[in-house]
């Protein structure tokens, strides 16, 4: 228990530390793709499992965010994303992108996104 505190307390100490160019992005999504693989491999499997949660839950307030910046008529369809398939998209390009900041793989994920139904 000990260890995953310690783990949860360490990512969340890299996190606050990390910064993206774009300025309006807050939170997980400033951190570098690299951070997020180093600490997932470096963590047991209640730490993973507390980083896949706050992945899941930071990409799906970020795509809310940009959904609702739009005009109606061009929102995307995002209820059918699942929080644990989302996470894991993003922890699998960080490890293919590790240049990359997490609000790049998300903004990937949004732009492929099918549009919304008008008027459904």
């Not at 890299?14 to 910064?19: D, G, I, N, R």
């Not at 309006?24 to 951190?31: H, I, N, Q, R, S």
Request: aromatic share 12%.
């Amino acid at each position: 228990m000990k260890k995953t505190i310690f783990a949860a307390a360490w990512f969340v100490l890299v996190l606050s530390f990390a910064t993206a160019s774009a300025g309006d992005v807050k939170g997980l999504g400033t951190a570098a793709c690299s951070e997020i693989s180093d600490a997932w491999n470096g963590s047991d499997l209640d730490a993973r499992s507390l980083y896949t949660v706050a992945i899941g839950q930071w990409a799906f307030g970020y795509l809310s965010g940009r959904n609702a910046e739009l005009p109606q008529s061009q929102r995307k369809e995002l209820a059918s994303l699942d929080n644990d398939e989302t996470a894991f998209f993003v922890l699998e390009q960080c490890k293919a992108n590790p240049s990359y900041f997490v609000y790049q793989i998300v903004d990937v994920i949004f732009d492929a996104a099918p549009n919304a139904s008008v008027g459904a």
